[in-house]
């Protein structure tokens, strides 16, 4: 499970006279106190406040009319469903005597390495919950998490449990942003007004999926916008089926519940036991979308990502996908390979095909040995070339699935989610492993493990090409196979925990089918995600501006394919295919032995100035100047260097029309007295640009690319000049 990362510097107060808890970090105060009943209520969360600003004491709600109890109109922290309550509750639970009722009351609190733990208790159930919180000292961002612990002498059934509820100020003017699609079509950003009533997003998918992510943002009325506007924002970390739910009251309350989707699940707790939930970030800036997007970039960058803000730089990415599909065989690798290494590339990653009977997608999957047919004296070979030529080796994994035509399913048709004597859904001819299983995840950890220690694997692409079906746990008694969908996913987590353990060079990317699991649990475990198949790079502007309204540009993962591309059929230059994916981490997924002399020194700049403006790209902080949302004809993006030394300006036009000149660009984020001096990587600015000018200059008169025709890219880099 992932735990909250500590809060450094951050120290939670308690306010004993008035019963009120508080946490203060980076621009924000989030407050909370107890009631006269015990039940333990939201005060504050918003812009930080003065050290001592009044925030207490919490009063219950009066009861309105007998239809709206007290019990529903009082923003609670983490209400259980018992007692007259008819909102939606953080907990639901059922004995097995028949019970079904819950209230949950303070009980005690204790502050330690900077987090705070608040137990909430119905002693005459037996249940006792744990509230963790931790805050980030630099973006203010709080986790939150719940440890359910079942005290009584009877068991129970969790039916429902949240890991937070979050309570915003009362208003009627708020709206919701969220991020929905499908595969190829992932990161569509929609906006509605939250209205009385309730929204869910969620996935039953039995993975994050990519129909819904588990990201919000929610800002008042039309104000809100990418530098103006209070916004509350959230991130789930979990990578399994999810919901996230936003109510607006009878009395105009905001509340957004979130954790493990009710769907079919059902946790049994012995007297004992306890489950805890996944964490659910959730921040506040006053400062609009853009600024919400980089502190929740800072954050995943420094506290999420597994080596946090020591994460190297991604290399440049060769994959060899496009140009062999299944037909890999150790010639046609090292051609590639050479060919790669001429252009600057540093990873070489082969992809599907290499193990087992792996011809086509209906074979091979859960037999992962080496094709000795293709290579007939293992991977070492293909490896040492690929480490020769400078460049460090990947390969493409697929762990968790297994086709039927395998000699695992063969030996082990029990070993996949499935129910008795019912047909087995496939999807790409395969099925899932039920990893929730011990056997089943030793033998994955098994075999990964014996992989990376026999070859000299530096990274792992890591996909996961369909959703669940038939969730069954046939060796579990029936009142506790529904515990598949937490035990799955902590296994998941636990392997590649101690894969990393064990070997702890070895990068890994998660991928599945694109962008169906990308959320904050798998990012604490993995290098950079694929968020989605699709590589047009016309679509893909519209793709990676969804994706970083909720996630950092250092972990994604961008590629320069073919063209035409297969994904539309459409046509596009070499020049706005990189500086596309230039956006990103940038790879190239095309096909090599095709390009011409021209290609591949084109190939050679765009990859040279990459290396130069990367740091920035994938550490700095991220502008969108121009939305390409609703395939709107531009797009433009703007990354400024932390330190502000330097700035990297990508502009497009999909579609020009009727003459009309690109929208001028005022830069963000430079420093207004400082001088910076432009160049360009590709691109032509209008006449009488100066050379060099302030950061004012070019933040307030801006800069003009001139754009004539239909998909047209330019990229400029401003340097600061001289010492600060």
Request: proline share 6%; charged share 25%.
């Amino acid at each position: 499970m992932t735990r909250p990362p500590s809060a450094a510097n951050t120290s939670p107060t308690y306010d004993a006279s008035h019963r009120v808890f508080r946490l203060d970090a980076g621009g924000v105060t989030y407050a909370m106190g107890v009631d006269s009943e015990g039940k333990l209520q939201t005060l504050y969360w918003g812009a930080r406040l003065a050290s001592g600003d009044p925030l207490g004491p919490a009063m219950p709600a009066p009861e309105r009319s007998s239809f709206d109890p007290a019990g529903s109109l009082s923003p609670q922290e983490y209400a259980g469903w018992g007692g007259a309550m008819t909102a939606t509750p953080a907990l639901k639970i059922r004995l097995a005597d028949g019970n079904r009722d819950l209230v949950l009351r303070y009980d005690s609190y204790t502050i330690e390495s900077g987090g705070l733990s608040i137990l909430l208790r119905d002693a005459q159930v037996g249940v006792a919950v744990s509230l963790r919180y931790t805050a980030d000292t630099a973006t203010g961002i709080i986790g939150r998490s719940a440890h359910i612990e079942n005290t009584g002498k009877q068991a129970l059934v969790v039916d429902s449990a949240a890991s937070a509820a979050w309570n915003l100020p009362r208003g009627s003017d708020y709206s919701l942003r969220y991020l929905t699609g499908t595969w190829a079509g992932e990161w569509h950003l929609q906006t509605r007004a939250i209205t009385p009533g309730a929204t869910v997003l969620e996935s039953r998918r039995g993975s994050t999926g990519d129909e819904n992510n588990p990201w919000f943002a929610i800002g008042r009325g039309n104000a809100w916008s990418e530098t103006h506007g209070d916004v509350w924002f959230g991130a789930l970390a979990w990578s399994g089926s999810w919901s996230i739910r936003v109510d607006e009251d009878i009395l105009g309350q905001v509340r957004v519940v979130g954790g493990y989707n009710p769907f079919d699940f059902g946790y049994k707790l012995s007297p004992g036991q306890a489950l805890d939930t996944p964490v659910f970030y959730a921040g506040y800036t006053r400062d609009g979308m853009g600024e919400a997007s980089r502190l929740l970039h800072r954050f995943e960058r420094d506290r999420i990502l597994p080596e946090g803000s020591k994460t190297p730089l991604r290399p440049v990415l060769y994959n060899s996908w496009e140009a062999t599909e299944f037909k890999v065989d150790e010639p046609g690798q090292v051609r590639l390979a050479e060919k790669a290494a001429a252009l600057g590339v540093e990873r070489f990653v082969m992809d599907d095909g290499w193990f087992g009977a792996r011809n086509t997608d209906r074979a091979g999957l859960g037999d992962w040995v080496v094709n000795r047919n293709k290579f007939p004296n293992g991977l070492k070979p293909l490896i040492d070339k690929v480490h020769g030529l400078g460049m460090s080796f990947g390969l493409w994994v697929e762990p968790e699935m297994i086709n039927a035509d395998s000699d695992l399913y063969r030996a082990h048709p029990d070993w996949v989610l499935n129910f008795p004597g019912r047909d087995r859904s496939e999807g790409r001819h395969q099925m899932v492993l039920n990893l929730a299983r011990e056997d089943v995840k030793a033998h994955v950890l098994e075999v990964l493990d014996g992989l990376l220690k026999d070859n000299d694997i530096q990274f792992l692409k890591w996909d996961y090409n369909r959703n669940w079906s038939e969730p069954g746990w046939p060796q579990m008694s029936p009142d506790e196979q529904q515990k598949v969908y937490v035990a799955y996913v902590d296994n998941l987590y636990d392997i590649i925990r101690e894969l990393r353990k064990r070997h702890p060079k070895v990068e890994i990317e998660s991928c599945s089918g694109g962008g169906a699991r990308v959320d904050l649990g798998i990012m604490a475990l993995t290098d950079e995600v694929w968020p989605s198949d699709n590589t047009d790079p016309s679509d893909r502007l519209s793709i990676q501006d969804g994706f970083s309204q909720a996630y950092a540009p250092a972990t994604m993962m961008a590629w320069v394919t073919g063209s035409p591309n297969w994904v539309n059929n459409r046509t596009s230059s070499l020049d706005f295919r990189f500086l596309s994916s230039m956006q990103g981490g940038l790879g190239i997924g095309a096909n090599l032995l095709e390009w011409t002399a021209a290609d591949e020194a084109t190939a050679r700049h765009y990859i040279t100035e990459y290396k130069a403006i990367r740091g920035t790209v994938q550490k700095g902080d991220l502008y969108r100047l121009l939305s390409p949302q609703d395939r709107a004809p531009w797009s433009a993006t703007e990354s400024v260097a932390g330190d502000g030394s330097q700035a990297v300006l990508f502009a497009f036009q999909r579609q020009g029309e009727e003459a009309r000149p690109f929208p001028t660009l005022r830069l963000r984020g430079l420093e207004p007295a400082a001088r910076y001096r432009f160049r360009s990587i590709h691109g032509t600015v209008a006449p009488g640009t100066p050379e060099v000018a302030s950061g004012a200059y070019w933040m307030e008169h801006g800069v003009n690319v001139l754009m004539r025709g239909d998909l047209q890219a330019a990229g400029l880099v401003f340097e600061r000049d001289g010492k600060r």
